[in-house]
């Protein structure tokens, strides 16, 4: 049985080893939480760069707004002859291939006319204005000017809002993306060559775009009352459009 002594000396050394396991553990926590705190620190030595990338893209969609504008005593005769003129409108957008998707009723207004009688001193309801617009978004741009054009032989009076955009920008806004950063390291490893430093690490980066031109339609289409037959068919110049991105970048230096 060991004596009084040797079992002192086991406890000392147990005690001993529970010690060290406590100090190296806390040394590992300190050391973590120095070294986040390092990198959290704002470094005193840096420099910042900005740079564009960009990348020319034609326009894959077009959008416009078509609209039969009517006036009468009648609201109900109003009604529907403005109906039978629209249904008529979509019946031939849908044949040319634009989906029910991106067909759809974008306003409708009926409202009334007052006059006023002179001998009666009283306002009354001379007729009813009704207004019927229906937005439409076309992928095969080479169909835009055929609807156009031919939308006023349906009785479609009022043709506006053309516009051309990109379906997904973000894949172009990514091509740009990374060119204005690659753009942003090369300029920062010459700068740093030239005063004879190294890039260490991005501190911080920021990105800001640019917007997407818009095209404009060469022949109007616009607001009119009866057609005598089909319009012409407009030239439309969808153009290109050039998506750009700007970047800001902050880099610690050696």
């Not at 204005?129 to 031919?150: A, E, N, P």
């Amino acid at each position: 049985m060991p004596s009084k002594t040797e079992r002192s000396k086991n406890w000392f050394w147990i005690i001993l080893d529970i010690a060290l396991v406590v100090v190296v553990l806390l040394g590992l926590v300190a050391g973590k939480a120095l070294l986040r705190y390092s990198k959290s620190v704002y470094p005193s030595r840096t420099i910042n760069v900005s740079a564009e990338g960009s990348t020319v893209v034609s326009p894959d969609v077009a959008t416009f707004s078509f609209s039969v504008i009517a006036e009468g005593a009648d609201p109900e005769q109003l009604q529907n002859a403005n109906l039978d003129k629209i249904t008529k409108a979509v019946d031939f957008i849908k044949a040319e291939g634009v989906e029910a998707k991106d067909i759809k009723t974008a306003g409708y207004n009926l409202s009334p006319k007052y006059e006023y009688n002179e001998k009666t001193r009283r306002s009354f309801i001379s007729g009813y204005t009704l207004t019927q617009t229906v937005f439409v978004k076309v992928r095969d741009l080479s169909k835009v000017g055929k609807l156009l054009g031919q939308l006023p032989s349906f009785g479609i009076n009022d043709i506006g809002g053309l516009s051309f955009a990109i379906d997904e920008p973000d894949k172009f806004l990514n091509e740009a993306r990374q060119e204005a950063f690659e753009k942003a390291r090369a300029k920062a490893d010459e700068m740093a060559r030239y005063n004879g430093v190294k890039i260490r690490r991005v501190v911080s980066f920021s990105e800001f775009g640019g917007g997407y031109p818009t095209p404009f339609l060469k022949e109007a289409v616009g607001r009119g009352g009866d057609f005598g037959g089909p319009a012409p068919v407009p030239t439309i110049e969808p153009g290109s459009q050039e998506v750009t991105v700007q970047v800001n970048v902050t880099y610690e230096i050696r």
